[in-house]
């Protein structure tokens, strides 16, 4: 049973780039959250997709945007980097919305901007 | 809003001995999940406990207990015969029905002692 996959693993992007994440849920899940986390600090939400619709969205900029597909896998998109977009990107996948689903977390893609 | 407090930045064990991470939450809703999390330095976050809001009992896992004091709003995380392979950062989590995404703490760095 495959878990939560991530892609790339690492990348490095220059300012002003535009880049994309992308997240395949564990088997069975179908609902996908994506959280930033800065070096030292706890993970951020930035927004949570359901039946392909974004549901829930935490206080990220515009430049943040993202995507669920029909099979669930997500991806996230992020415009004109900034050097403070260097961060931990991790996805985690559910099953339904609910707090008492367990989240999975994928192993996260480490953003490096320049 | 949710909000989730973790004291100590950094906890010092023995190894065998029974180590307590310190968690508190605030938040408006009345049903609402605690989670804790592992993150080891490779970055990926692995799920340890849950406790419902709602739930009478404290939750146990193992080597793990969740120490769950409603009134008091705290979710501390008792590690009991602490092994090396303990050491990592540990994180609380919290979701509830109204926010729809889970808020972390800052998170609470463990060494194990030989």
């Known amino acids: 049973d495959a878990g939560v996959t991530q892609s790339p693993t690492h990348l490095i992007k220059t300012r002003g780039q535009q880049v994309t994440l992308r997240c395949s849920p564990k088997?069975?899940?179908?609902?996908v959250s994506w959280y930033q986390q800065a070096l030292g600090q706890g993970p951020q939400f930035i927004f949570q997709?359901?039946?392909?619709?974004?549901?829930q969205r935490g206080n990220f900029p515009d430049r943040f945007s993202g995507h669920q597909f029909p099979n669930y896998s997500s991806e996230l998109n992020v415009n004109a980097l900034l050097l403070g977009d260097s961060a931990l990107y991790l996805c985690?996948?559910?099953?339904?919305?609910?707090?008492?689903?367990?989240?999975?977390f994928g192993p996260g893609t480490r953003l490096t901007v320049t | 809003a949710q909000k989730i407090t973790q004291t100590q930045p950094g906890m010092f064990v023995q190894e065998k001995e029974a180590v307590t991470l310190d968690c508190t939450y605030d938040?408006?809703?009345?049903?609402?999940?605690l989670f804790w999390y592992k993150q080891p330095s490779s970055g990926e976050m692995i799920f340890l406990i849950y406790?419902?809001?709602?739930?009478?009992q404290n939750a146990t896992e193992g080597r793990y207990s969740l120490n769950f004091q409603k009134a008091r709003k705290s979710a501390n995380l008792v590690i009991s015969a602490s092994q090396l392979g303990d050491s990592a950062m540990y994180f609380c989590?919290?979701?509830?029905?109204?926010?729809?995404?889970?808020?972390f703490g800052d998170g609470t760095t463990l060494t194990v002692k030989p």
């Open positions: 985690a996948s559910s099953l339904g919305t609910s707090q008492a689903y367990e989240q999975y």
């Open positions: 088997s069975g899940h179908d609902t």
């Open positions: 997709y359901y039946e392909e619709e974004e549901r």
């Open positions: 938040t408006s809703d009345q049903s609402y999940g």
């Open positions: 406790q419902g809001s709602y739930d009478e």
């Open positions: 989590a919290m979701t509830s029905t109204n926010a729809g995404k889970s808020t």
